[in-house]
């Protein structure tokens, strides 16, 4: 099996909304990879149509109009999130989104039987998780944007030439004739049935999730339970650096916070815990869930941030690594969800531990968005 651009558009037609042709469909996921519209005019549609199915059948690499070449995707400029954007799109205007967990399990199928893919190479599943070639099909969730994103840069970045998918397409496809039309081979449904379901969520630009399976390893005399509780991180400016970790000072008076209906910390506050600075105790706030934010400004735009506190120096200031970008307004709007009783908590520089499952409240508003 091979993995090519031209074999990536066969499967993704496979989820093509009914009112939509495969010229038009070309059309749009060229302007996903490049970020620019094809510009035909009445004459050239035709030639156009005839090489998005010589293309599509991997016969050629490049044509007169089909130009995804590593230097055409290299002078298109970028910015963070960009090409999962413009998947967002495409998939909410172009496809059925029930066919994405199918397309999806066939392009990690060839992935893993693609020899010229080095085992130790990895692709994108979540925004903080990357998965080896040989563990993908063990993957069960993943974020159908970034992924697809993922894959193209391999393509593109690799230069792998379209035409080296030819007897991929042969496989994957069939046709009752000469001259009759090629279709997925349902038939071959048997290559994917091993694996086992895939949750396909979608790419938010407000909120980025983290892998539900990041769940802290504590037990019950140890710690308090990371499905249970959250560090609450709030002060009067957040970094204006893109760096993925910041060092905060907090004010040992601006730790706060009790900790009920826990056997071990009952109506203990996070000040305490941090006080005692033995052993694993310090670990308990440095492991728990972060959610880190500047106080807030109505009418302001802003992002928090979710991710964990890496380490404590002293008792007053704390090394904070960023692993997720939410929009502010999530959080106004979820704050009975996460245990934020008083709104004034997002207008006062402090830490508190509160009792949320902060992973499980996200997911549940990126799919209700969803």
């Keep these: 099996m091979k993995l090519t651009l031209g074999i990536i558009y066969g499967l993704l037609l496979q989820g093509k909304t009914d009112e939509k042709n495969e010229t038009d469909f070309m059309e749009g996921i060229y302007k996903v990879i490049l970020g620019n519209e094809i510009k035909l005019n009445s004459r050239q549609i035709s030639s156009f149509r005839k090489e998005v199915t010589e293309f599509k059948k991997c016969k050629i690499d490049t044509g007169s109009y089909i130009?995804?070449?590593k230097k055409n995707y290299d002078s298109v400029s970028k910015k963070d999130g960009d090409l999962r954007e413009r998947f967002k799109d495409f998939i909410d205007n172009n496809m059925y989104t029930n066919k994405l967990e199918m397309i999806v399990k066939y392009i990690i199928y060839i992935i893993s039987t693609d020899k010229s893919i080095k085992d130790n190479e990895t692709f994108d599943v979540l925004y903080d998780k990357k998965i080896y070639k040989n563990q993908l099909k063990k993957c069960s969730t993943i974020e159908i944007e970034l992924f697809l994103a993922s894959v193209v840069q391999y393509i593109i970045n690799n230069e792998v030439l379209n035409t080296t998918g030819k007897e991929t397409f042969e496989m994957l496809f069939t046709q009752t004739g000469e001259r009759a039309q090629w279709k997925f081979n349902k038939s071959n449904n048997d290559l994917?049935?091993?694996?086992s379901c895939i949750k396909i969520i979608r790419f938010e630009p407000d909120i980025v999730i983290?892998?539900?399976?990041?769940?802290m390893d504590f037990s019950e005399n140890e710690g308090l339970?990371?499905?249970?509780?959250?560090?609450l991180l709030v002060t009067n400016s957040c970094p204006k650096h893109k760096k993925d970790i910041f060092e905060i000072y907090i004010d040992r008076k601006r730790v706060i916070g009790n900790i009920v209906e826990d056997k071990m910390?009952?109506?203990t506050t996070a000040l305490e815990i941090l006080s005692k600075k033995s052993g694993n105790v310090c670990s308990i706030i440095e492991s728990l869930p972060t959610l880190y934010m500047e106080?807030?400004?109505?009418?302001?735009?802003?992002?928090?941030?979710?991710?964990r506190i890496i380490s404590i120096h002293g008792k007053e200031t704390f090394i904070f690594?960023?692993?997720?970008?939410?929009?502010m307004d999530i959080i106004v709007d979820s704050l009975f969800e996460l245990d934020i009783i008083n709104s004034f908590e997002l207008n006062r520089t402090h830490l508190a531990i509160k009792k949320a499952n902060i992973i499980e409240v996200l997911n549940t508003l990126m799919n209700k968005k969803a």
């Design 67 to 69: 130009k995804l070449t």
């Design 192 to 195: 994917i049935e091993d694996m």
């Design 210 to 215: 983290m892998d539900t399976e990041i769940n």
């Design 225 to 231: 339970d990371p499905r249970k509780y959250y560090n």
């Design 265 to 267: 910390y009952n109506n």
């Design 295 to 307: 106080e807030h400004k109505v009418g302001t735009e802003q992002k928090a941030y979710l991710g």
């Design 321 to 327: 690594k960023k692993l997720s970008v939410i929009s």
